[in-house]
């Protein structure tokens, strides 16, 4: 019990670099951007990271607040993984709102640490409270292999 304990308190805070990045770098084959939706498109091997956190995906969406240019949304889609301090999650896509602190991930969702994996179809990450949600929601079972040392 404390090993699945351990390995959600990690999942948390794997994701909690990408919270508090103060910079991240995207390259990609493409940029589009809507200044009147005030987003940026970026298509075609894109990858993003910074210090802490490595993200691989083939688009990955900024959505900016109308007001004050801060970021409001940040999506990324198809193969996505995610890779920071030897976890890695995977799934088809991604969500991260720095409003509400929250990450969500979709879709053959796996999360890996050394041995240990949790697999579900969704992964719901509340980065205030250190809540961690993952669910299935087709007729698979969510699925946790946890090896204590």
């Known amino acids: 019990m404390i090993k699945h304990i351990s390995f959600i308190s990690i999942l948390s805070l794997f994701f909690t670099a990408f919270v508090y990045a103060n910079e991240l770098k995207i390259t990609s084959q493409n940029l589009e951007v809507d200044r009147d939706k005030k987003i940026s498109i970026f298509t ?15 688009k990955l969406i900024v959505k900016f607040n ?4 801060k970021i409001q949304l940040i999506s990324a889609e198809n193969e996505v993984k995610i890779v920071r301090e030897g976890i890695t999650a995977t799934g088809n896509e991604s969500e991260y709102n720095p409003n509400e602190n929250t990450i969500n991930m979709y879709g053959d969702v796996v999360v890996v640490e050394n041995q240990n994996y949790i697999k579900s179809d969704e992964l ?26």
């Open 44 to 58: 075609g091997n894109v990858y993003a990271y910074n210090i802490d956190i490595q993200i691989w995906s083939e």
């Open 66 to 69: 109308e007001n004050d240019n």
């Open 124 to 149: 719901f990450l509340d980065l205030n409270n250190s809540t961690s949600i993952m669910r299935s929601i087709t007729s698979k079972r969510v699925e946790a292999f946890i090896v204590s040392e």
